[in-house]
Every structure is written in C-alpha cells, then in structure tokens.
C-alpha cells in the first residue's frame, strides 16, 4: 500500500494543473468563514456570555471577531496570502477549542473549518483570482502582462486535500451510518426533514412524501460516501462524484437549517472539477477577440501599472492593452494623431475604429469588462464627469516618464514566500522523491488518526466494547484518546455521527418560548415558532445548541434551563423586553420521529398541539423557575 501511495503521490507532484479550482477553493472558503464571523458577532452575547448582557464574559471580543474579518478579507481577494491563512488557522483553532463554541455552540463544521484552514497553509491559493497575482505584476511594470504564463500548480494539491477532507469525512460518517436503523431503511435524509428543529424555511413536503425517491436519495448517499474516497480520482467517475456530492450538499443547504456545514463543503467542490472543464469554460466565458484595444506609454511607470492592473481585473479578457510606441503605427485609424500626442493621453480603439482617449477610455473598459457595466454609467453622468475628467487631467499631466537604456536597474520582481513555493517549487524541484516520500508518511500518519477515530467512535464506542477491563486494552484507549484530542485539535479529525439514532430515538417533545407583551398578549418570540421550527437567523450553531444540547431524547433539566435563561435574557435584549419584569411561557408539543417512512410526516409534527408546562420569570434581571421537576416525564 505504501508503495501504491508514493507512486501516485510522486505522479501527481510533477502533474501540472489549471490553479482556477484551487483560487475559487479559496475565495469560497473565505466567504463561509465571513458568514461565519458576521454570525457569531451577532450571536456573541448568547454564545459567550453566562447571562447575555446582563453577565458580559469577553467585552473585548467583538475586536478579535473583526481583526479575523479582515483576515477572511484578506483571503477572500487573495492578498498576503500566506499571512492570511496563517492567522485564520489560529483563529479557528482559539475560537473552537478555547471558548464556549465548542462545548454549547458547535457549528457543526468547525472541525471541517479548522482542516480545510491546514491544507490552505500548504495550497498555492494565491495563484488565481488574487491580489498577490497582481501585486507580483506590479512589482516589475515594465514587464508585459503577455509574457506571463498562466498560472499552473501541482496535481497534488488538489488531489491530497479532497482525500483527506472530503474522503475521510465520507467514509467516517459511512461507518456510524451503518449503525442506524433509519439510514439502513433508506431514510437517512428522510427523517431529520420531517422534525420542525432541523428543517429550513422551505417546505420539501412534495419530495419527502415520496417513499421511493427518499430511499433512492438516502441509499445513494450511503454507496457515494463509502465510494468515494476509493474512486474519486477516476478520470471518468470523477463527473459522477462532483455532481452527486453538489446535489447532496446543496439539499442540505437547502433543506437543513445547517446550511454552514453544506456550503463549507461546497466550497471544496470547485477543486474536484476535471481539469479540462476549466479550459472548456475559459473558451466559453473569455473572449475570443478583444472587442478594445488601449494604447499607452510603455516608458511611463505609472501607466504601465495602470495597464496591469485593468488587465488583471479584465477576467473575461475583452480588452487588449499595447504599448503605443510600437504598435500605434500597426492601425491606420490613429495615423492621423502624431506620436506625442498619442504618448499624453491614453488612447483606444473599439471594433468599429471609433477612437477614445483620456476619461472617455476609462469609460469604454469599463462598459467593454462587463461586470462594470454600472461604473460605467456612472463616470458618463454629468457632474460626475467633469470631476473624474478634472482629476484624471491633474494625474495624467503630472506622470513621470522614465527613458531606458543599459544603464537602468529594472525593479527586483516581488518574492514568493508561500509555504507550497519552497515546498514544491525549490525544494520538490531539486529532490522530487524526497519530497514525495515525506508526503506519503505524512498521507500515511493523517490514515492513521483517521482509522483510530473511525475504530474508537464508530466501532468500540459503537459497539459497547469496554476497553477498561484489561490492563492493555485500557493503556491502548488512552493513547487513542491522546492522538483524538491532538488530531481533533489541529486537523479537524473528528467523528461525522451525524443525525443518527442515537439522536433521534426518543426525540418525542420540542419546547417553545412565548412572552406576555405590555397589553398582556401572548407571543411567541422570534426564536422558535408556532410549527416548532427554528426561525432565521437561529440556525447553524444556535440551533445545534437548542436542539442537539438542550433538547436531547433525555432532557438535562439543569442543562435546558441554562439555555432557557441565555434565549429568554438574549431575544429579550433584543426586542426590547424588561428584564426588570418580564415573564416568558415555555411550551411543549409532542412530535414523532419515526424510523420507517410515514407519509406526511413533517405536517404531522408542525400541527401537533402546543400546551405549556411552565414559566420563567426575570425579576431585576434574576432568573427564577416554574418547571416541572424532570422535563423527561412529560
């Protein structure tokens, strides 16, 4: 085996590849990370505070929440890269493993977050789409944008992330799947749809009332996870996967009120996209002709950096930029302007030879880009014209221009000081089967954390096997529950026990929040509603709070009224109820989660009839209790 892995992985190094589907991976993943951030920032005093607003833990939190948000930013457009991921990485690994996150508010997909975040530090996710692309450029403007290659990576940095993030992932998740008696009947995606706490907003009722095509969809789930990570990369089941696992989690995006899970899954699919589709679609989009041409002063610094960076944005490549001293003499349109004057302003030609210059070129790139369009627009609108033509005049008479010869020091261009550059670019290249085989220990050694989390949580734990009762057995599970902890911690290895039995079994009752207003009118607050489904935004992590840790088959009386008192104080706050004086209703309603398909299901549980089993009451900002003594007789 180990010998099969290093031929591949040596095979796949020195395999170049488009960096399209890595620079989408990452803009992607910086944008579920900023939604991210902008949640928990709205959530952050019902996340990290023992009574929101009224006991404030952190209140210097929301400025680490924003200092991350920059450096999502960061990764989003692509700019100091490695600094970016760097930080993120360690942002994940603070926020979901030292505060309240990870014991009451688990995302769900912090884990998937935290190691998708390690393989970005080793990605070349710099090469597309990107600010450092440019500034690179930038750096040496006296090079012209053409005599860069386009940009290429090795095969292995799209291979070795999806077999580790979304192959471990699958074939984990499979293992604790088995064990379920709703996902051995076909009805894995069945059920959590048909409970008022999990579902979203849109009504699937049409689709989940069809017995066939959920067990298709639930048993197509299971061989695609148990499929996948042993058939990925075939060059021709590779379609098949990446439109099977879209389709998988766009439905859990859509279906599910765990929507951050599937799009941070989504988010590594541009990277399973076949190489080849990238150049079909750079066909497609990209212009075949420049629809402008746009002459400049190629001994102009400021223009030369000016033509960059129009180029660097012009992603469907409609516009052709040339220097003006060498190829204006090539269109018999500009032969009537002399050179000096063509050299002050900058000059362009459109498919019908009309001629544009100053202000007025601006414009047409701008129309000519498309996605610009707008901008466009509004340079054209008076007023707003003559201010940009103003200040376009003070810039482009003020320029510097410099005249060359062999005497000139021509800028140094600017380093790549990206991890993937000295591992596979300097290093790799000198020693490529080092390289390879360090790899494939490292390949190895992550198998192995996963296999040790797959045994212990989806086999022993399942199972019921007692390790403790010899005296190897027990020295063998503490050494698998130290690499769990370090794996989990720093890589995201983690078991993916999703919605299993053990969840749904005995989940017979939901509970609700209501207040009394100031006329003495009930009404439900905006966390839970009258169907018992969870309104947005109190999804993602605060719904996994509510219904996976307070409201559990067997409710924790202590546990529910913790998170009773952080909704009531939370949701209070924010519509303005008095916690001087205030009281709330908690009601229940019994639902059922079947393991067999029942038609209508879902309606079934949203009708159910409410009826209320008690009252929480704040009086001067203290909680007090009106419960019944065990939740779970109810």
């Known amino acids: 085996m180990y010998a099969l892995l290093y031929s591949k992985i040596l095979a796949l190094s020195g395999k170049q590849a488009p960096a399209t589907g890595i620079g989408l991976f990452r803009i992607f993943y910086g944008l579920v990370a900023l939604q991210e951030i902008i949640f928990i920032f709205y959530f952050n005093h019902l996340i990290f505070d023992p009574i929101p607003y009224i006991d404030v833990e952190f209140p210097t939190l929301t400025f680490f929440l924003c200092l991350w948000g920059i450096v999502i930013g960061f990764i989003i457009i692509g700019y100091r890269y490695q600094f970016a991921v760097a930080c993120n990485y360690i942002f994940w690994l603070v926020f979901v493993n030292f505060t309240t996150m990870q014991r009451d508010f688990d995302g769900g997909f912090d884990l998937f977050m935290t190691g998708a975040g390690f393989f970005l530090l080793f990605m070349p996710g710099e090469r597309a789409f990107s600010i450092d692309n440019l500034r690179y450029k930038l750096s040496t403007p006296f090079v012209h944008y053409s005599t860069y290659p386009k940009p290429t990576v090795s095969a292995l940095a799209y291979y070795l992330p999806i077999f580790v993030c979304l192959g471990f992932l699958y074939i984990d998740s499979d293992v604790h799947k088995i064990f379920a008696e709703h996902w051995r009947n076909g009805l894995g995606a069945w059920l959590p749809s048909t409970q008022p706490y999990f579902v979203s907003a849109l009504d699937m009722s049409v689709i989940l009332n069809n017995e066939l095509l959920q067990k298709m969809i639930g048993y197509t789930i299971m061989i695609f996870q148990l499929t996948f990570i042993f058939f990925f990369f075939k060059r021709r089941l590779r379609p098949v996967f990446l439109l099977v696992g879209i389709g998988l989690h766009l439905g859990i995006t859509l279906s599910l009120n765990i929507y951050p899970f599937g ?307 939370f949701w209070g706050e924010q519509i303005g109820i008095n916690l001087n004086n205030a009281q709330f209703q908690i009601k229940l309603k019994k639902i059922d989660a079947p393991t067999h398909w029942v038609y209508d299901q879902l309606h079934k549980n949203m009708a159910a009839p409410w009826v209320t089993v008690g009252t929480v009451t704040w009086t001067n900002k203290i909680i007090s209790y009106d419960l019944p003594a065990n939740m779970n007789a109810l």
Not at 477 to 482: F, H, L, R
Request: aromatic share 12%; charged share 15%; proline share 5%.
């Open 263 to 569: 799009l941070a899954m989504l988010a590594l699919y541009p990277m399973l996209v076949p190489f080849a589709w990238w150049q079909c679609l750079n066909n497609r989009f990209t212009a075949h002709q420049p629809v402008l041409t746009v002459f400049y002063d190629r001994q102009c610094p400021l223009c030369s950096r000016t033509v960059l960076t129009l180029n660097h944005f012009d992603i469907f490549k409609r516009i052709t930029f040339k220097n003006a001293q060498d190829h204006a003499s090539e269109y018999s349109a500009l032969a009537h302007i002399d050179n000096q004057t063509l050299l002050t302003d900058l000059y362009a030609l459109d498919q019908h030879n009309n001629i544009y210059s100053g202000l007025n070129t601006y414009i047409q790139i701008c129309l000519k880009m498309g996605y610009l369009f707008p901008v466009g627009l509004i340079l054209r609108l008076p007023g707003i014209y003559q201010l940009a033509q103003a200040k376009y005049r003070a810039i482009a008479d003020s320029r510097t221009r410099l005249t060359c010869d062999t005497r000139c020091t021509l800028p140094e261009p600017l380093k790549n000081s990206t991890w993937y550059h000295a591992l596979f670019e300097q290093y790799g290249a000198q020693k490529p089967k080092t390289l390879a085989r360090k790899i494939t220990k490292i390949t190895v050694a992550l198998l192995i954390l996963q296999i040790n989390c797959s045994v212990h949580y989806g086999l022993i734990y399942r199972l019921k096997i007692n390790l403790n009762q010899h005296p190897v057995t027990a020295a063998i599970a503490q050494g698998s529950n130290a690499l769990l902890m370090i794996s989990r911690i720093f890589l995201g290895i983690a078991p993916h026990a999703l919605y299993l039995h053990d969840h749904f079994a005995n989940y017979h009752r939901i509970l609700a929040i209501t207040y009394l207003d100031k006329n003495g009118n009930e009404q439900w607050l905006p966390f839970v509603n009258q169907q018992g489904r969870l309104l947005a935004p109190n999804w993602g992590r605060v719904q996994s709070m509510w219904a996976n840790i307070a409201i559990t088959p067997t409710i924790n009386d202590q546990r529910v009224r913790k998170f009773i008192m952080k909704v009531t104080a």
